[in-house]
């Protein structure tokens, strides 16, 4: 290997590990707020990307439908709870189940953009509403039960979510067109200008998490929440809606890595799974706590990924997933065992 080629490989690793990353991010929120595994992040991304294609093509995309029918089933569940004396705060249920998919609806079968960013915004209205209604129909009502049980829902749901994009999408795959066409030669190494899109945004996205945990209220409530729910709630937080808002920037994280790939690579229904289960692996880098050390772990598996697709492509994705065994072993030894938290 000459020092062009690992420049090659180390510039498609440090991409793939930006999505990576993003897909950590994700991963670590929704576990330190909800202590849910959330093995579906991936579908975010592979809806998010066949989303935009069907957009594209002048179609109205499948996951436009499971929005309204998730926002009914929604609204039917709260009104069944307010009868039965639960407190329902019916101001975020009106944004999550009516506003935003009625917005996504009308721009969908009425306006119909036609420029990139327009149909790029309308993805993002339907992709990041999943986040919250999934939340409150498969997870609030387990708020309680232990994390095994969390994840055995995040399996099942997974396996729901990958046959209605079979459902939504068909087997064959799709890919969109580029948002920047720029081509650059540095030091003979061409990069592409969807590689430094998809960076860019990756770095803006995390920065923008950073400003939020550590500037705003909401971002602090959720922090107080990861840290310790039963204290967050004596001190007035809603934890409930701390659940809604970590699930609505999962998705909405997800649904913008879908657009990021999407021009990169054909992206097919079930493409999700593996890029979640890489961002998995960079979250247990980082104990599902660190959000640094997931940002480390996601660099890690990119670059391990693209060298190893050089020296071993058949063995490249058994490389990638033994990365968690030592990190396994290693935190098993360095940590200790905490109950979970009522």
Avoid: C
């Amino acid at each position: 290997m000459d020092g062009q080629i690992a420049l090659l490989l180390a510039q498609d690793g440090l991409v793939n590990g930006a999505v990576y990353a993003l897909m950590a991010l994700a991963l670590v929120l929704l576990f330190s707020v909800t202590r849910v595994i959330f093995i579906p992040q991936g579908e975010f991304v592979a809806f998010g990307a066949l989303t935009m294609a069907l957009l594209q093509a002048g179609r109205a995309p499948g996951t436009l439908w499971l929005l309204l029918a998730l926002a009914a089933l929604t609204l039917l569940v709260e009104a069944v709870r307010q009868q039965r004396g639960v407190a329902v705060d019916w101001t975020s249920t009106a944004v999550w189940a009516v506003l935003v998919p009625g917005l996504a609806a009308f721009l969908v079968l009425v306006l119909a953009p036609a420029s990139m960013l327009g149909q790029a915004a309308i993805t993002m209205l339907i992709i990041t509403p999943l986040g919250p209604l999934l939340y409150r129909l498969a997870y609030r009502p387990l708020a309680h039960a232990t994390v095994l049980t969390l994840l055995i829902v995040s399996v099942a749901l997974h396996g729901v979510l990958v046959g209605l994009g079979l459902l939504f999408f068909g087997a064959e795959g799709s890919r969109t067109p580029a948002f920047s066409e720029l081509r650059l030669d540095l030091a003979g190494i061409a990069i592409s200008g969807q590689s430094l899109v998809v960076m860019g945004v990756a770095s803006l996205l995390v920065i923008l998490m950073f400003l939020f945990f550590e500037r705003t209220i909401v971002g602090k409530a959720l922090r107080a929440t990861a840290m310790n729910r039963v204290g967050a709630r004596l001190m007035g937080i809603p934890t409930e809606l701390s659940g809604d808002l970590s699930f609505a920037l999962a998705a909405f994280i997800g649904g913008v890595s879908g657009l990021l790939i999407a021009p990169l690579t054909t992206v097919y229904y079930d493409t999700g799974f593996l890029i979640g289960l890489k961002g998995f692996v960079a979250a247990i880098i980082g104990g599902l706590a660190s959000y640094p050390l997931a940002l480390v772990g996601a660099l890690l598996v990119g670059l391990l990924e693209s060298f190893s697709s050089f020296w071993a492509s058949a063995f490249k994705e058994v490389i990638v997933f033994t990365l968690i065994i030592p990190v396994l072993w290693w935190r098993s030894l360095n940590s200790r065992h905490v109950e979970d938290e009522e």
